[in-house]
C-alpha cells in the first residue's frame, strides 16, 4: 500500500500549489481566495525518486457544528487519519498568526510524523518568517516556495526519512491508445458526473460510497475542484469524479468559477463514461442539452442521470416518457441509457451503476468485418445515396478503425459532396443493427483514389 501524506495549513498558504507540484499537474484549483479547495483530494505524488500518495485539504479553520467550514474541517480530520504523515504549511511571508500555533497543537496530537514546510520563503521577508516557525515546536523548517519549484531538494531530505522506496511497477496503458473488449472489462472504468449546479452529483456520490466523502449543501456551486473517488460496486472497480456544476457562460462571471467549470471539463475529457445528471423537476434544459452535446463531442459513452425522482409525483408510463423525451431533445446519442434515481435515498443506483458498464461495453465494441459489410450493401440498398448535381456518389466500403467510441472509415467518391443528412441515416441504421444505443458514433469520409488521375487527357 502506498505511503500517504496529508498536506494541511490554515487557508491561503499554499496547499494545494503546493499538492499540484508534487503531482506534477494542476489537478487542484488554485486563487488567492482563501477556502478554493473544499474537498479533499488525493493524487500520486513524485519528487525524485520518491512515489507516495498525496492528500490536498481544507484550510483548518473553525465553524459552527453543521456549517459548511465544520464539514470541511471534518473532511480534513478523516485525511489526517488516513495519513501516514504530515505536512504542515505555513506562509513564510505572513509569518506565525494564531491560527498556525493553534493548528501546530492539532498537528501533534495527531501523534504522527510532521514535516514543516514554510511556504513563499523566497526573498528576505520570506526567511524571517520561516525564522519564526521554530517556534511551533515542529523541528527545522523546509524552506520552499511550491510556485516557483524553490527548495524542493530540501523537501526530499525530509521526506526521504519517511517515505519508504517503492518497487517498480508496469506504466499503465495510454488513455488514447485502444485495448479490446476483454481487456477494458478488466480495467476500472473512469466515470465523470456531470450536469448543472445542486443537481445532486455529490449527493449521489456519497451514497455510492456509504459515507460523506463529498460536501453537500443546499446552496449551489459547493463543489468546486474535480474529486476522484475510488468505487468498487459488485466486484467492478470505478474511478470516479465529482465535477463542479457547470452553467450557462454567460453566467459565470467570477474568475474561481471559471477555473472549476474547466476542471470539470477536464474531467469529462479523462473520463470514459460520462453521466449526465439532470433535476428530475426541470429536465432537459437549454444547459443540459449543451452539456450532452459537449460529451458526445468529446466522444464519450454517456448515461442520462435523472436525479432526486423522490420529489416526483408518480404517473403511469413515467419511465417511457423519459424514454421518449431523451430521444427527442438528444437525437445526437439517440438510445443513451436514461435512469430515474433519487441520490438522497439510494433509488435506481443498481440500475444506474449497470448502465454505466452497459454503456461503457457499447462503447469499446468492436464490429465483425463481414457482418459490417453485409449491413453497409443492404443499407446503400435500401436507401442510395443522393445524386449531386446530376452525379451520381459511389460508396466504396466501410471499415471499423477503433473503437473507444466506434469510429469507422468510408471510401467514397466526393466525400465533400455526401450529404450530413445521409450519414445520419448511416449512423442511425448502424445503432439499429448492431445495438449501439447512445454511444457517439464517428465516420470519416475518405476519397478512393483515382487509378487515372495520373494519366492527361489527350489534346483533340
Not at 449527493?203 to 459547493?222: C, D, Y
Not at 435500401?382 to 466501410?398: C, E, F, H, M
Amino acid at each position: 500500500m502506498s505511503f500517504t501524506i496529508a498536506i494541511i495549513g490554515r487557508p491561503n498558504v499554499g496547499k494545494s500549489t503546493l499538492f499540484n507540484r508534487l503531482v506534477g499537474q494542476k489537478l487542484a484549483l488554485v486563487d488567492d481566495e482563501p477556502g478554493v479547495t473544499r474537498d479533499r483530494r488525493e493524487g500520486q505524488a513524485k519528487l525524485y525518486d520518491l512515489e507516495f500518495t498525496i492528500i490536498d485539504t481544507a484550510g483548518l479553520d473553525e465553524g459552527a457544528k453543521g456549517s459548511l467550514t465544520a464539514r470541511m474541517q471534518e473532511q480534513t480530520e478523516t485525511a489526517i487519519e488516513l495519513a501516514d504523515a504530515l505536512m504542515f504549511v505555513i506562509d513564510a511571508r505572513v509569518g506565525l498568526t494564531p491560527t498556525d500555533r493553534a493548528f501546530a497543537d492539532f498537528a501533534r496530537k495527531a501523534n504522527k510524523p510532521v514535516v514543516l514546510v514554510a511556504n513563499k520563503a523566497e526573498g528576505r521577508h520570506g526567511e524571517i518568517g520561516a525564522m519564526e516557525s521554530y517556534a511551533l515546536g515542529l523541528g527545522d523548517p523546509v524552506q520552499i516556495s511550491a510556485e516557483h519549484g524553490e527548495g524542493m531538494a530540501d523537501l526530499h531530505e525530509a521526506l526521504s526519512a519517511l517515505v519508504p522506496e517503492t518497487p517498480e511497477e508496469d506504466d499503465e496503458i495510454a488513455d488514447d491508445e485502444d485495448i479490446s473488449e476483454e481487456e477494458a472489462a478488466q480495467r476500472p472504468i473512469r466515470v465523470a458526473i456531470v450536469g448543472r449546479p445542486n443537481a445532486g452529483k455529490s449527493t449521489l456520490i456519497n451514497h455510492l460510497l456509504g459515507e460523506e466523502r463529498l460536501l453537500t449543501s443546499p446552496e449551489a456551486g459547493t463543489t468546486r475542484d474535480s474529486i476522484a473517488v475510488e468505487i468498487t460496486w459488485q466486484g467492478r472497480e470505478f474511478r470516479v469524479f465529482d465535477t463542479a456544476g457547470l452553467r450557462r457562460r454567460s453566467r459565470i462571471e467570477e474568475k474561481l468559477e471559471k477555473l472549476s467549470v474547466a476542471d470539470a471539463l477536464r474531467a469529462v475529457r479523462f473520463a470514459e463514461v460520462v453521466v449526465m445528471m439532470m433535476d428530475a423537476q426541470n429536465r432537459f434544459e437549454e444547459q443540459d442539452l449543451r452539456i450532452a452535446d459537449l460529451v458526445e463531442r468529446e466522444g464519450r459513452a454517456i448515461v442520462l442521470a435523472v436525479n432526486k425522482w423522490d420529489l416526483v409525483e408518480r404517473k403511469p408510463n413515467q419511465i417511457s416518457q423519459l424514454r421518449i423525451d431523451a430521444d427527442h431533445w438528444l437525437p445526437q446519442v439517440k438510445g443513451a441509457p436514461i435512469v430515474a434515481v433519487s441520490g438522497l435515498m439510494g433509488e435506481g443506483i443498481d440500475r444506474l451503476m449497470t448502465a454505466i458498464q452497459e454503456a461503457y461495453a457499447v462503447w469499446n465494441r468492436r464490429l465483425p468485418t463481414s457482418a459490417l459489410n453485409r449491413w453497409f450493401e443492404q443499407a446503400i440498398q435500401a436507401s442510395p445515396p443522393p445524386a449531386v448535381s446530376g452525379r451520381r456518389l459511389k460508396l466504396n466500403y466501410i471499415t471499423q478503425v477503433k473503437a473507444r467510441p466506434p469510429s469507422f472509415v468510408l471510401f467514397c467518391s466526393r466525400a465533400d459532396a455526401i450529404p450530413r443528412s445521409y450519414l445520419r441515416y448511416l449512423i442511425n441504421s448502424l445503432r439499429e443493427t448492431f445495438d449501439l444505443p447512445g454511444t457517439p458514433i464517428r465516420i470519416t469520409l475518405r476519397e478512393k483514389a483515382n487509378p487515372f488521375a495520373h494519366k492527361r487527357k489527350r489534346p483533340s
